[in-house]
């Protein structure tokens, strides 16, 4: 069974960093895409950043985390990492991770991943 565990999340002030972390077990790690989205209160959840399998030498990113989020991936960890800099009030949010099987990282879309994590709560104080 495919499983995904977030961690990291937590109550920063503005102009903070955060890593938060993605533990995936239960699936062959290297052949997934793995992908962050975000939802904040009252609103839908939303793309943030992708990277490609296997070894995610491609990555994209929502425009308004380009230049301060940085995702990673250590596939002998079984693990994706999403860095979290210059945070802003406007960043708080569930942050979830997600896994595309052979998945497109181009594709933003919330369908286009088969499994997902129960989310970290991200706030960030002004």
């Known amino acids: 069974q495919v499983k995904l565990v977030e961690s990291g999340g937590g109550l920063v002030q503005a102009g903070d960093s955060l890593r938060l972390a993605c533990a995936a077990s239960g699936l062959t790690f290297s052949t997934f895409a793995m992908g962050w989205f975000r939802q904040a209160p009252g609103r839908e959840r939303e793309f943030v950043a992708a990277?490609?399998?296997?070894?995610?030498?491609?990555?994209y990113y929502a425009d308004s985390v380009k230049g301060r989020f940085t995702i990673s991936r250590d596939n002998a960890k079984n693990t994706v990492y999403l860095q979290m800099n210059s945070l802003k009030p406007e960043d708080t949010a569930v942050y979830y991770c997600?896994?595309?099987?052979?998945?497109?990282?181009?594709?933003?879309?919330?369908?286009?991943?088969?499994?997902w994590g129960q989310g970290t709560q991200v706030t960030v104080s002004s």
């Open positions: 997600a896994a595309a099987r052979y998945g497109s990282v181009s594709n933003r879309a919330i369908s286009a991943y088969e499994h």
């Open positions: 990277i490609s399998w296997p070894g995610g030498s491609r990555n």
